[in-house]
């Protein structure tokens, strides 16, 4: 999600990008994902968001929600599961909850998180990365995709 946005500005904010600011470190607004969705949400901003597409703007604020919590388990979890002191989590399938450790060996008594639907948040992924392909293309184009017949696996 991070490196996504950071393609934004090559998009919306090419004053930015054809000076030497991008590059001598990328703005706070650009470089992550959640920096970008709190900077689009924030209409009081020293740095105006007015040159980004209101489509663009309204998905990122609406429809990623689903944002914060793969945030929390990405961070907790697995990147940095030493600093947060994180055990494992709970999985739950066909009914059955099984344990899932981080730190074998460790004298923990239980996981401390239930593990998200990753189920439905792969699907938001996709939806969001689907959004994003037919908008930037759009974009590129100047034309617009009609999808005529979506397959849908059983």
Known sequence: MDYITRITPFFFDKKL???NQYYQGIPKRYFSFHKHKNWL??????????HIPDEYKEHIIKKTDWFDDLQYFRDKYLVHPFYFGSRGFYYKKDGKTTPIWFHPGGCYTKPVM???N??????NILEFLTFLN?????QLTGKR???IF???AD
Not at 118 to 123: F, L, T, V
Request: aromatic fraction near 22%.
């Open 150 to 152: 979506k397959y849908e």
């Open 145 to 147: 995709y009609v999808t």
């Open 41 to 50: 949400s924030n209409s009081t901003s020293s740095y105006s968001h007015e």
């Open 114 to 116: 239930e593990l998200p």
């Open 134 to 138: 037919e908008f930037f293309n759009f």
């Open 118 to 123: 990753i189920e439905k948040m792969m699907d």
């Open 17 to 19: 990008v054809f000076s």
